[in-house]
């Protein structure tokens, strides 16, 4: 599939931003972090504006931008439309939460329940994200379980890692951020590893043959396309990625979205004010790239079975 | 909406193609582009059509294939454009309403007036029969010229898809796959018709012909004539059979 | 709102309505010429449908006649004459009026004709209006004129018109609904583009076998029951090889050979004398046979003779005679024609020849159709039922391109007579106003008396030779057309050689010219062989007098082609959807084998450009000098009307003119009669066409059916209603031969001899190709040929924003197979090398095709800039031209001379003769086709290539987008 860049950054910062909210309500209802006003007030700032950022980012790979309001319509059959709607629906209890917390700077009563609407709402809207992918039989890269296990833990990781940095910063880091991050980490790099071993080994999804509905006829072979010049499916579905290219971003990927992040975080946990500062923000930094390589791959490593028509060998 | 109609809705209008007589003319894709061009989705508009990448927007598009090993490998041409699938994903995940299948003949359309060009349709459909218009930001894709097939304006024998009525080797045919006693439903029966990439569970409503076997010989004919005279080759034998024919003008 | 938001409906126009105006014509978009019905909205073309009423195409259209539209409002259409201004080639241009253009051209054109008219070389491309460009240049008075049909398919008109008194294509068509057999040999697409397919898809119902015989296989081949990838070149010897299986079992339609061939005529055997190998001949001259009952000679035209076919008889005069039966049968029995020995040079497993011959002697004779119509033959006699063998064969420029094709159609025709099947059920089928006299009994005019100043040929420019005495050349044999037709070089060249013009002219050989007058042909590209030498002898000039060896070129093209900067005058033509035009049974009607037919094109759009139709001009500039035909007493023009009023008007003959429909001062006669001036009304109300449907009685055997015969000689086709005699032993080829053996007045020079002894063969045989004979196979071991792409029209598709997009570029085919034993893989760029030269293409491998030979599609390669396209269009920089590798002439014979390469007995183009071997490209190659020429600028008045093309935005319902037309 071609990698649009909208849909990358929309689904990374979103993704983080999600992850995010979801640490500072976990953190703020469990009391497992002090909830401080310009926490509060840095920390829910960010995340909607990553979340909202990455909407409107993704508004802008629309045809017609000015029609984007329909798209909730349709959330009964809809993946695309369901994520919207959550979408949504989840700034609602989230402002409620940060209203709370720098109002009060502590959640208690009507807070907690924000603060479980509003990590219930991000785990769903998260999960939307990741069945819209998921739900496409035309793609065996993303129809299949992992696909949405990859999306959630990725939005914890991120999420957490951010939140990791904030925490630092307004110096109330506590032993369990870390710990969280550790286990998001893990996490993380677990669905992965699972999600590219699956997609290295599943076995040919749909083969020629059965493109054509020509099986028993023997192998199948393009000779002549139906059109000179590439036309919107090939642009679009077309893309292939050179292996050794792909391996390498893959490694770039597994550094940069975990190695680098997961040791310097960790290593500078109990270090000098300056340098905690510095590790968490070079592992966020760190960590966002890793992450829009592994999602331009997500999309770059997918074969749609529309391009078996295009000389395609396998889908 | 995108829910899918019951899946039983009667009438189920498609294509059913004949990959044994197909020349691969590429005649139905370009009258497709013709006739579409001025009709429900009109207009099919061509990026750059002068220049050095061209691209436009088809409804149907023939390709060209060689199957089988070397000795008994046969080239096949294979027409493809929207077939009409009753458990139509593309029509499943779009979010605005704008992918719709008609209850009343099974036919999955793009309402260009509400659709937000977000592709989704385009990736859902395993058979790549969706085509973007860059210049109005919406998809498009084969109406099954729903613009012609009711049409009260066109003669009768006009009353059918462009592709089928201008197909010269008569390889297209257009009809109520539903209805197991319509023409295509017994062609379909008749030939084996089949239905691309089954195991996706798309249902297509549209039907392939596959090829008929091959007649090399293998067709319990003939394998040589009888020479008539001792085939030693020389000719005086051979002449000496037509001394005594005398025939009459 | 609620409702629109979560369950949306569309209002979808179910009948929209989809033309104001509906105007019926013919399509130009190839020469099948199908009806059309054009549907007019808001002014302009919404849509083109296939006239369903239409004999030829019954309501389908195929890829080009679909993308019409795109034809017409082409950005590469000429906007207004064109007169040269900078160097020739360099495509610098100033535009004039009509008035300055045709002073211009009648002037020069005046000059030639009141001094020597041969001056002017007058060739026509693919156009369809032979019929008034003949008769033009006969006006005139020059004998250089010919159409394209030089260089593309009349070996197999030749062969056919002097063997069978027809051919395939317009001449003639299988029985697609009653054959059991379909044979068809080296066909891509062919004119008949739609009935083609239509007739295949008939097959496939009927359960008929269709075997396809070509070295590639896809298209018509890949929906064949059986392709047989044969070597090119060879086929001669195949079909051959089935004769000779054939004639072993004698499975051969002896009754139908005694009744309409002349296998039965004896043959005098006199070797050394002036008429041996010519029919033994009675006083009156009529053809002897041996009657089998009486034991002597008579006349073997009587009805009620019984020929023998085999034994040496001695004549009244004493001297020996065989049967034309006997000479065939012992040729084709001998070894030389066994399926083994074809084997060899085919490829074509001997097992495999030997099995389709079964299956065709199967097919004619355990099957045969029986249509109970009675029927009368030409001696009277009644038959009860038409009995048929249903087999039909179809051939085309597979056969005919090649230096062997007129022999090789020869045998073709020869396969086809000896199993009885021409013109029965199931069989091959004459389309009228064929089948003639074989040959047609014309002369082609053009001998020094013929030509004089301001005056008219005696008569038409081309003929049928029957003999020496019918050549046009002087007393030492030399050429006396700039095409060198005619000459001994290519005796029956019945089309002239268009492919030789250019390049006689510039080596003013036989002699110079004045004017090049060119109509519809893209002779600097895609319709010449050795392009780039021919681009350089457009230009060259004389070192003496700097004046170029051409000295003018006046052209008629409708849009930015190649050849028009080769032009210093150009004449825009108009869009087939601007102009009145007809499908003349002058001409090449669109007859069917059930009646005959013609058409007519009208205007259904006025031109918003300052463009006339080519064939107005035409009678304009007669007008203008004077022409005969063309002016009244008075002098004023005869035919202020144009062209319309021409084909209504204009009489050939008395009664008969151009179109044959509704003729009479009342309309109500058909074929002749009396002009008619409600004639073109009576057409287009017809759809644009006319058509008359023989009776029951009269349409099978033609060729020797009284009711059919006694309708063509009332309608004209034909001069007597006697049988025409289907001539398989062919005796004007023998007067040949004859000369070449010292005897005649007329006789060849002695270089040519030999030439013209083995090639003028009475009886069809198989010789190899001539390339491939001159030069060492071992540098050049493989095939080359090119094939036309079903949805493109020669070089003029690629202007069309639709089909472009279809075939924008061409790679070169090859055999997967021996790809692999040379190392190349799908993909590599590599160096196609000839005998001539080299071209740079892009490889694509493949099984369906034969081992020895690579394919590509004809004419895509573009010239940069030409069309009007981006230069750095895919037409341009990988579509590549096969055309480069391709020599006009052969490499030399021992004393330096070059012959045309060309067939040695008509002179058809040898295309497909072509032998090259591909070498890989290094890996420093750009990978961008080579020969390249200078991009060529647009000329004045073309307009800016559009960015983006939205045609039909102005019936997009108004709802859904508020933009505007472009
Ligand atoms: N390598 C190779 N070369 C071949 C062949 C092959 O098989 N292989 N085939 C040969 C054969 S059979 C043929 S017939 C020739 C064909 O070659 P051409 O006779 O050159 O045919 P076109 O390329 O169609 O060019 C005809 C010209 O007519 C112009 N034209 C189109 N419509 C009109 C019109 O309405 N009016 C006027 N005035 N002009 C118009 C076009 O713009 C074009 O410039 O090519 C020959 N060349
Ligand atoms: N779409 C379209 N239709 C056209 C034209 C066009 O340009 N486009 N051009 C028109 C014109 S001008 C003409 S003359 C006709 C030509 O009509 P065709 O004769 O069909 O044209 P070609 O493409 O020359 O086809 C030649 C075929 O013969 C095969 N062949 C080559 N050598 C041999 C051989 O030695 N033996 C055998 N058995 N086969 C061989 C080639 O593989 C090819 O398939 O088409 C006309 N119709
Ligand atoms: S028009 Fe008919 S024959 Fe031609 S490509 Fe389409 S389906 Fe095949
Ligand atoms: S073919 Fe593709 S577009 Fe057409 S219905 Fe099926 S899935 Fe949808
Ligand atoms: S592109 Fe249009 S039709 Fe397709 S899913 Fe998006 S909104 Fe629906
Ligand atoms: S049915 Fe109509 S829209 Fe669909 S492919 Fe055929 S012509 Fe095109
Ligand atoms: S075959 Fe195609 S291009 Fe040729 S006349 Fe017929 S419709 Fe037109
Ligand atoms: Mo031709």
Redesign the interface.
């Known amino acids: 599939m071609h990698p649009a860049y909208s849909v990358i950054v929309f689904t990374t910062f979103s993704g983080a931003g999600y992850g995010l909210l979801v640490c500072l309500a976990l953190f703020g209802m469990t009391g497992g972090i002090e909830a401080e006003r310009w926490l509060g007030i840095t920390g829910f700032t960010l995340a909607l504006t990553m979340i909202t950022g990455g909407l409107l980012s993704s508004a802008l790979h629309l045809g017609h931008p000015e029609r984007a309001w329909r798209a909730l319509s349709q959330w009964r059959s809809s993946w695309l439309s369901r994520e919207g709607v959550l979408a949504l629906a989840t700034y609602l209890p989230a402002l409620l939460l940060a209203t709370n917390w720098i109002v009060f700077e502590e959640i208690e009563g009507a807070g907690y329940l924000f603060a479980m609407m509003t990590i219930v709402f991000s785990v769903l809207t998260v999960i939307s994200t990741g069945m819209i992918y998921a739900s496409l039989r035309t793609i065996r890269a993303w129809f299949n379980p992992h696909t949405v296990r990859v999306y959630l833990s990725f939005s914890l990781w991120t999420g957490a890692l951010w939140f990791n940095l904030l925490a630092h910063l307004f110096g109330v880091h506590t032993p369990w951020v870390g710990v969280f991050m550790v286990v998001a980490g893990v996490l993380a790099l677990f669905f992965k590893r699972k999600y590219w071993i699956f997609i290295d080994t599943h076995p040919v999804w749909v083969p020629p043959e059965s493109a054509l509905g020509l099986e028993g006829a023997g192998p199948v072979r393009q000779i002549a396309p139906p059109n000179t010049q590439e036309n919107y499916v090939q642009k679009e579905m077309g893309y292939r990625i050179a292996r050794k290219h792909m391996y390498s971003l893959r490694r770039t990927a597994f550094f940069g979205y975990f190695l680098i992040p997961w040791g310097v975080a960790l290593l500078t946990i109990e270090s000098e004010p300056v340098l905690r500062y510095a590790g968490a923000f070079v592992a966020v930094f760190a960590g966002m790239v890793g992450a829009l390589v592994e999602r331009w791959l997500f999309f770059a490593e997918a074969k749609h079975t529309a391009n078996l028509y295009y000389g395609a060998e396998s889908s | 909406m995108t829910m899918l109609p019951p899946e039983n809705a009667g009438k189920k209008l498609g294509l059913v193609i004949d990959l044994d007589t197909c020349v691969g003319c590429h005649a139905c894709a370009v009258n497709c582009k013709e006739w579409n061009t001025g009709g429900h989705s009109a207009p099919l508009p061509d990026d750059n059509p002068f220049g050095a990448d061209a691209s436009g927007v088809w409804f149907n598009r023939v390709h060209t294939y060689e199957c089988g090993e070397d000795g008994n490998s046969r080239t096949v041409h294979f027409p493809r454009s929207c077939l009409h699938c009753e458990n139509a994903a593309c029509v499943a995940v779009c979010p605005t309403g704008a992918s719709y299948k008609r209850e009343e003949d099974g036919i999955v359309l793009v309402n260009e007036d509400i659709c937000i060009g977000c592709k989704l349709c385009s990736w859902a459909c395993p058979y790549g029969a969706r085509e973007y218009d860059y210049d109005a930001g919406v998809m498009k894709k084969c109406t099954l010229c729903i613009d012609r097939i009711y049409n009260e304006n066109l003669d009768e024998e006009d009353r059918v898809p462009a592709c089928v009525s201008t197909c010269p080797a008569n390889a297209r045919h257009f009809g109520d796959l539903g209805d197991p006693n319509s023409d295509v439903s017994r062609l379909v029966a008749e030939r084996g018709g089949v239905a691309p990439m089954e195991e996706l569970g798309y249902k297509p409503v549209n039907r392939y012909l596959p090829p008929r076997p091959r007649r090399a010989g293998d067709d319990g004919g003939p394998q040589a004539l009888q020479p008539v005279s001792p085939p030693d080759g020389s000719a005086a034998d051979g002449l000496f059979r037509w001394i005594d024919r005398i025939l009459s003008r | 709102m609620y409702e629109d938001?979560?369950?949306?409906k569309?209002n979808?126009?179910?009948?929209?309505?989809?033309a104001d105006e509906i105007r019926d014509t013919t399509c130009y978009m190839c020469a099948c010429r199908c009806g059309i019905r054009v549907h007019l909205?808001d002014g302009a073309i919404?849509?083109?449908?296939?006239n369903?009423k239409h004999p030829v195409?019954k309501?389908?259209?195929?890829?080009?006649?679909?993308?019409g539209?795109m034809n017409h409002y082409s950005?590469a259409r000429l906007a207004k004459p064109l007169k040269r201004v900078g160097e020739r080639g360099k495509g610098e241009f100033e535009e004039i009026e009509w008035d300055e253009a045709l002073d211009m051209a009648s002037g020069w054109l005046r000059d030639i004709r009141a001094t020597d008219p041969k001056k002017l070389a007058f060739f026509t491309g693919r156009d369809q209006s032979q019929a008034l460009t003949g008769w033009w240049a006969g006006q005139f008075g020059t004998p250089n004129y010919a159409a394209h049909g030089g260089f593309c398919s009349v070996n197999m008109a030749a062969a056919g018109l002097y063997t069978i008194g027809g051919s395939f294509w317009e001449f003639g068509e299988p029985d697609w609904e009653l054959s059991r057999y379909f044979l068809m040999f080296g066909v891509a697409e062919d004119h008949d583009?739609?009935p083609i397919?239509?007739g295949?898809?008939t097959l496939?119902e009927t359960g008929a076998?269709f075997v396809s015989v070509n070295p590639v296989?896809?298209?018509?081949?890949?929906?064949a029951?059986?392709?047989i990838g044969i070597r090119p070149g060879t086929d001669g010897k195949f079909i051959l090889a089935l004769v000779h299986?054939?004639?072993?079992?004698?499975?051969i339609d002896?009754?139908y050979l005694?009744?309409y061939t002349n296998l039965?005529w004896l043959v005098i055997q006199q070797p050394g004398a002036d008429d041996d190998g010519m029919f033994a001949r009675g006083e009156d001259g009529e053809p002897l046979c041996w009657d089998?009952?009486t034991g002597q000679a008579a006349d073997a035209r009587?009805?009620?003779?019984?020929?023998?076919?085999?034994?040496e008889r001695t004549l009244p005069d004493g001297r020996t005679a065989v049967t034309a039966?006997?000479l065939m049968?012992?040729r084709y029995?001998?070894?030389s024609c066994?399926p083994d020995a074809a084997a060899r040079e085919t490829g074509i497993p001997a097992?495999?020849i030997?099995?389709i011959?079964?299956?065709l002697?199967?097919a004619a004779f355990e099957q045969e159709v029986v249509i109970d119509q009675p029927w009368t033959d030409w001696a009277g006699r009644q038959h009860e039922k038409m009995i048929g063998r249903p087999v039909a064969m179809h051939a085309m420029r597979g056969i005919s391109a090649h230096s062997n094709g007129f022999q090789t159609c020869r045998a073709l025709h020869l396969l086809q007579v000896l199993l009885g099947s021409i013109d029965c059920p199931g069989g091959f089928r004459y389309k009228p106003p064929f089948p003639k006299v074989a040959p047609p009994p014309l002369k082609p005019a053009g001998r020094p008396g013929d030509v004089r100043p301001d005056t008219p040929m005696a008569g038409p420019p081309l003929g049928f030779p029957t003999g020496p005495e019918d050549l046009l050349v002087d007393e030492d044999g030399k050429a006396l057309r700039i095409d060198k037709a005619f000459s001994w070089e290519n005796p029956l060249s019945v089309h002239g050689l268009m492919h030789m013009v250019i390049t006689n002219a510039h080596n003013r050989d036989p002699y110079p010219i004045d004017v090049l007058f060119l109509y519809m042909a893209n002779m600097s590209w895609n319709s010449s062989m050795n392009t780039g030498g021919v681009i350089d002898m457009l230009t060259a000039t004389d070192e003496a007098t700097g004046e170029y060896r051409i000295p003018k070129i006046i052209y008629s093209d409708a849009y930015f082609s190649e050849m028009t900067a080769y032009a210093d005058l150009i004449l825009p033509d108009t869009t087939y959807l601007e102009r009145w035009d007809c499908i003349s049974m002058l001409d090449r009607p669109i007859s069917s084998a059930d009646g005959a037919a013609d058409a007519i094109r009208q205007p259904v759009l006025p031109p918003d450009r300052d463009v006339r139709p080519f064939q107005d001009v035409l009678i304009d500039l007669g007008a203008r000098i004077g022409l005969p035909g063309l002016t009244k007493e008075d002098g004023n023009p005869r035919y202020p009307g144009g062209y319309a009023d021409y084909m209504v008007n204009h009489e050939r003959a008395p009664g008969i003119g151009m179109l044959a429909g509704w003729r009479g001062k009342d309309g109500t006669g058909h074929g002749a009669g009396a002009a008619n001036p409600d004639q073109l009304a009576r057409y287009v109300e017809n759809g644009s066409f006319w058509k008359q449907e023989l009776a029951p009685e009269q349409r099978y055997f033609k060729h020797a059916n009284r009711d059919y015969l006694e309708y063509a000689a009332s309608a004209g086709f034909i001069g007597a209603p006697e049988q025409i005699v289907l001539q398989l032993y062919s005796e004007p080829l023998q007067r040949f031969r004859l000369a070449a053996r010292g005897h005649g007045r007329m006789q060849p020079p002695d270089a040519e001899r030999q030439r013209i002894e083995t090639y003028f063969d009475p009886l069809p045989f198989w010789y190899p190709p001539f390339e491939g004979d001159a030069i060492d196979t071992s540098q050049y071991p493989l095939h080359a040929v090119t094939q036309r792409p079903?949805?493109m029209y020669h070089s003029w598709g690629s202007?069309n924003?639709?089909?472009?997009?279809?075939?924008?570029?061409n790679p070169v085919?090859m055999n997967?197979?021996e790809a692999t034993r040379l190392n190349l893989e799908e993909g590599d760029w590599i160096w196609i090398v000839s005998h001539h030269g080299r071209v740079k293409a892009p490889l694509?491998l493949?099984?369906?095709v034969n081992v020895h030979t690579v394919w590509t599609w004809n004419g895509i390669g573009k010239r940069a800039g030409a069309w009007?396209?981006?230069p750095?269009?895919?037409e341009a920089?990988t579509g590549f031209l096969l055309n480069h590798v391709i020599s006009e002439l052969l490499p030399p014979r021992e004393d330096g001379y070059r012959y045309s390469n060309s067939d040695p007995v008509t002179g058809q183009a040898a295309w497909y003769d072509l032998r090259i071997r591909i070498e890989k490209c290094a890996e420093d190659e750009l990978p961008e086709t080579s020969p390249q020429f200078d991009t060529l600028p647009p000329p004045p008045g073309l307009p800016e290539?559009?960015?983006?093309?939205?045609?039909?935005?102005m019936?997009?319902?108004r709802?859904?987008?508020g933009r505007d037309a472009p």
């Open positions: 938001f979560f369950d949306p569309e979808v126009e179910l009948s929209p309505d989809v909205k919404r849509y083109i449908q296939g369903r195409n309501g389908v259209l195929c890829a080009k006649g679909s993308a539209i950005p583009s739609n397919k239509t295949l898809a496939k076998k296989r896809t298209g018509y081949s890949a929906i029951d059986e392709w299986e054939l004639l072993r079992a004698d499975r002896l009754d005694v009744r039965p089998g009952p009587l009805a009620g003779v019984s020929p023998a076919l085999i034994g039966f006997e049968a012992r029995l001998d070894a066994s097992a495999t030997r099995r011959a079964a299956e002697a199967d079903m949805a202007q924003a639709w089909l472009r997009q279809i075939h924008g570029t085919y997967r197979t694509v493949m099984d369906g009007n396209l981006d750095a269009s895919p920089k290539r559009p960015g983006i093309l939205r045609y039909g935005l019936y997009a319902r709802s859904r987008s």
